[in-house]
């Protein structure tokens, strides 16, 4: 143990300690902006300097460790005002507008500014301006970008997909996407990570907001709105909500309250991925058997485009079906349209989901089966549901229970853990085992799959034939994997990756909560509503039967493949 | 009334004195890799501020000069700024009164000529192409990127032992590099910004000193893959190769022409330099690898030799590390005379403990590289009469480091500057009896900004002597490969940045016999990347790193402090033997010069880029 003071208190930590924690070990919080835990500890912003007793210069506490004997003071007048004015430099580059900021209330410096009651600057404004495709999924801000280098770090460390870096030299210094691209160039996954790891606004995804407005305003068109697995884990986080009142049934009343026409779920069209992808697989076994290369799943955008630029060579074992998102906007747009009786262009079709990259991935060409333009229209980000809502003064907490509509609300269990890594797996492999064996397993007999760990392998053996699984969460360990995969350092039949880090839940169209992985905090809910569900196998959801019987015929059946798969 | 008086800078002027050399030194701790227009733009301010103000191009000239380059660099800027900046320099150049103003201008046009393709990027992109990709200045500029903050760090707490262990990670030769290494890593230390730059070398010499390379064990080498690999030459770069290759699992079989290995370590770095027995310490450690050893081996057709053709067939790889063993001639009357003697020839022998007998000669070495003053006071240490070189420029322009001159000249050697050899001429016996020397005067600065000597007008001046000793370069021996399909450029094969031989797969070749003449250290760095390669070439993917922990940093405040410089013997009692000239640091130097250290692998832009490479 290392003994040291700090603020004349005396402190006993393990060697190798940072300052910063050993201070918080006694209660005493120093204050931060760029640094990130185990990400980003580069002491850059020169925010959490402290004073170090007959030392003249400053230590910024994030990333220094403590020493024997060290006496430290976290408020000296020199850190007070060394502090301040390096928080009044960062603000002189910085676009204040925070009252037209997305991240105006959640901003790690507009917080510490009025922390430090900061009202006005000494310094000159010189705010920079970057160009940058305001049509992309997500946007950064230039005159927000503060250097903290976090966006680099996450994508480094985390990704592995190294789409930041630092740009220019000297005085021009600045965070740009890497190799002198511009981001529509470069590889980016557009998994969002960056974003939620942003401390500023100058990060975020594409306001859709407006479009909603647009989409509710024209009399002429059906709004259909779907909402992700993971969107239920979150979306009441930013809303003033006690924990017991964030339930799926408020959140299916305050989007009525919004007023779209017909509120679905996204778990119906996951239980519905579930029928294809399992039967695909149990199509391919023999194949991937035969080969040893495993069928990757293809439900995760931002994974499916990690793998056509990363590793193009195996973009044929990723499963053909599509995502559940856009599973849903093909067969609202046939199926649904149909039974209402209307043509696919009067449908307006909405989704709400925990991602970025679905933003990208509703605009590909392919993602078009009627011929009227896009199947799923507006993509919304959990936190564009929390603008909106809060645009449309909705109190949540006012409003009681409601159900998602029929025929594409109801799912099973199985749907509604989509939105946890392992979650796929665990699915799939239910109904594969109810489709060989004949009879439904118990349902907890895939909960291995589940875990915090970036990478998971678990055998399972149906009907005598061992299926080897593997889960992967974040793009750094699907490198690793996909690297071992290529060198035949490993062998599964089937291989779910996500690429956020513990699946939809930790997303990067979440909302955020600074310095905090939440995965860990939302997972559990899934799991719960799982538990609780009376169906919890994907091919005994009812409204799933119904479409099979009324219209798609069975799994991997011809027009299946044609609203289905890719 | 007083007519004169004496003037005394004032404090003002004092404080701007020093602060002048405060910029010189932070100029040269510039770190690599800056924005050549931004540093541009910064040195055009800089002169900008030093116009008196008399002359419009000078005064206005500049400051317009400045807003175009600002221009180009916040993205205002097309093609036709370029013109004009050019125009404009143009206008300066013909018409400011003073150096001042215009030789400001030539270095706008020297860079738009220099880096005319970083404009247009700039211009065309709205960014910049240059990043700064090695953080700590040392490592970036040390051709093997040694972990130097971490070795400073391990001798700072006299973990000897463990810094010749993180050294080994990326150069199996701590031992040379530590007696002769040429530093490039103290070139741009950021130390320099505070006093000057740390003694790097010193302090790896501090560690090998005390713990000799050959009794710390090498690390666990892989699993062996049965792959075999030929190195031609067992100088630093092919045991550097071979070293590696062996902790890969690899096995490296060394053929070597000499009947001992070394190189250049043995055969042109004299004795009193870096002593055999330390070199033997290196060879011995990268040896206990498993490495396989054919010496007095010459790669070629003739009898008695081994083929190119056959390794090639024997071997899964070949690297070529054969060094640059031929002289060179000056290519002038007389040189055939008997006493005429090549550099390589008189180190050769010294290195197979054969020298030449220089005993009461008068010897002339032609030449002003660090051969040159290897052989000057190898001579002298021969029992020479008399020593002089000859050399066709000044002092100042010798290529030799500064403290070989120095050491050459304190041991008694006479230095004959701006003195061009001109014939030698002999006696009636085909013996050397003089070199005549053409004078010269300094001239104009060349394209490199070195000054270039010209003949003076003044006669030829004859020194008498018995032997003169040719030190004006080295080539090497290139026949047999070019015959064998490797590609050959001025006298050197032909190589790529990767150390590959162009459409001959499975050839890799490397050091001086690729780059011509260099440091030991650059010959260790192509061993290196030639191990690296020739794995992944065949189809492996082996790294090596080093477990040692490096020391946290420390907080104390860098206050300035001098240099700590290595202390040799006295020149009159060294001058009589080759023993080693060079004394260690006490523990009580080592510790002080390893405390300037500012550690920029952890501080500064190494934080976040990592500041170290923890594997390769």
Known sequence: MVNLTIDNRPVSVPEGTTIMRAAASVGIMIPHLCYLEGINEIGACKVCVVEMQGKTKLITSCNNPVEEGMVLYTNSPKVRRVRRTNVELILSQHDCTCAMCVRSGNCNLQKIANDLGIIEIPYKKEVPTAPWDHSYPFIKDAGKCIKCMRCVQICDKVQDLHIWDVQNTGSRTTVDVSMNKCIEESDCSNCGQCVTHCPTGALRERNDVPEIFKALADPEKITVVQVAPAVRAAWAEQMDLPEELATEGRMVAALRQVGFDYIFDTNFSADLTIMEEAHEFLERLEEVKASGVPMFTSCCPAWVRFMKSQYPDYRSRLSSAKSPQQMFGAVAKTYFAEKIGVTPDKICCISVMPCIAKKGEAALPEMDVTGYGPDVDIVLTTRELVRLLKAEHIIPKLLGEDTFDSPLGESSGAGVIFGVTGGVMEAALRTAVAVIEGSNPNPETFSDVRGEAGRREVTYHINGVPIRTCTVSGLGNARKLMEDVRNRRVSYDFVEVMACPGGCVGGGGQPIVDGVEMASVRAPKLYDLDKRRTVRFSHENPEIKKLYADYLGKPMSEKAHKLLHV | ?616
């Open chain 2, 1 to 616: 009334m007083s007519r004169l008086k004496i003037s005394t800078p004032n404090q003002a002027q004092l404080t701007v004195e020093r602060l002048y050399k405060d910029l010189e030194r932070h100029i040269i701790a510039s770190p690599p890799g800056l924005c050549p227009i931004d540093l541009q733009l910064s040195f055009l301010k800089t002169c900008h501020a030093q116009t008196c103000g008399k002359c419009v191009p000078c005064r206005v000239g500049i400051l317009q000069l400045s807003h175009l380059l600002e221009d180009v660099l916040e993205n205002r800027a097309d093609m036709r700024t370029l013109d004009l900046i050019e125009e404009t320099a143009n206008n300066i150049t013909d018409s400011a009164d003073c150096a001042i103003g215009y030789e400001a201008a030539h270095m706008v046009l020297a860079g738009l000529d220099g880096f005319r393709d970083d404009y247009l990027y700039h211009i065309e992109h709205g960014k910049c192409s240059y990043s700064i990709t090695q953080p700590v200045p040392c490592v970036a500029l040390c051709p093997a990127g040694v972990d130097i903050p971490g070795y400073i760090a391990l001798v700072g707490e006299e973990r000897y032992a463990d810094a010749v262990r993180l050294i080994r990670k990326d150069n199996p030769f701590p031992t040379a590099c530590a007696l002769i290494c040429e530093h490039p890593c103290e070139a741009r230390c950021r130390r320099n910004m505070i006093d000057s730059s740390v003694n790097i070398r010193g302090l790896k010499k501090m560690a090998v000193d005390n713990a000799r390379a050959n009794t710390v064990p090498v690390p666990q080498k892989a699993e062996s893959t049965g792959k075999k690999i030929a190195i031609v030459g067992g100088g630093p770069g092919g045991l550097s190769a071979a070293y590696y290759l062996e902790l890969m699992g690899h096995h490296a079989v060394v053929f070597e022409s000499k009947s001992k290995l070394g190189g250049m370590l043995r055969y042109g770095i004299p004795n009193y330099r870096f002593p055999r027995e330390r070199l033997e310490e290196d060879i011995e450690a990268i040896l206990s690898t498993g490495v396989e050893v054919h010496t007095s081996v010459t790669v070629g057709n003739e009898e008695d030799t081994v083929s190119f053709e056959q390794l090639r067939k024997d071997y899964d790889a070949v690297y070529i590390a054969i060094g640059a063993h031929t002289d060179k001639k000056i290519g002038i009357d007389g040189e055939d005379s008997e006493g005429v003697i090549s550099a390589v020839e008189m180190l050769r022998g010294i290195g197979d403990d054969n020298p030449p007998d220089f005993k009461d000669k008068r010897v002339i070495v032609v030449g002003g590289g660090n051969v040159a003053m290897d052989c000057t006071r190898s001579a002298i240490r021969l029992g020479a009469k008399s020593v002089g070189i000859a050399y066709r420029r000044r002092q100042e322009d010798m290529t030799a480091l500064p403290e070989e001159v120095e050491g050459a000249i304190a041991e008694g050697a006479e230095l004959y500057s701006l003195k061009a050899p001109h014939r030698i001429e002999a006696d009636e016996n085909g013996r050397v009896a003089a070199i005549w020397v053409e004078p010269q005067i300094i001239g104009p600065i060349d394209a490199w900004g070195r000054a270039k000597p010209v003949k003076a007008d003044v006669e030829l001046v004859r020194i008498p002597c018995d032997i003169v000793v040719v030190a004006i370069g080295q080539g090497i021996e290139s026949r047999h490969f070019e015959e064998s399909g490797i590609p050959i450029k001025r006298g050197m094969l032909d190589a790529m940045s990767e150390s590959g031989v162009r459409d001959v797969p499975g050839v890799f070749a490397g050091g001086d016999c690729v780059t011509g003449l260099a440091t030991v250290i650059r010959a260790i760095a192509a061993g290196k990347v030639a191990a690296a390669n020739i794995d992944e070439y065949l189809g492996y993917h082996h790294t090596i790193s080093c477990d040692v922990e490096i020391p946290q940093v420390t907080y104390g405040d860098k206050l300035p402090c001098g240099r700590i410089n290595l202390c040799e013997r006295e020149a009159c009692e060294r001058r009589n033997d080759f023993d080693a000239i060079e004394y260690s640091m006490t523990r009580q130097e080592a510790a002080q010069e390893a405390g300037r250290c500012l550690r920029c692998d952890h501080f500064g832009y190494g934080n976040l880029k990592g500041g170290r490479a923890a594997i390769w």
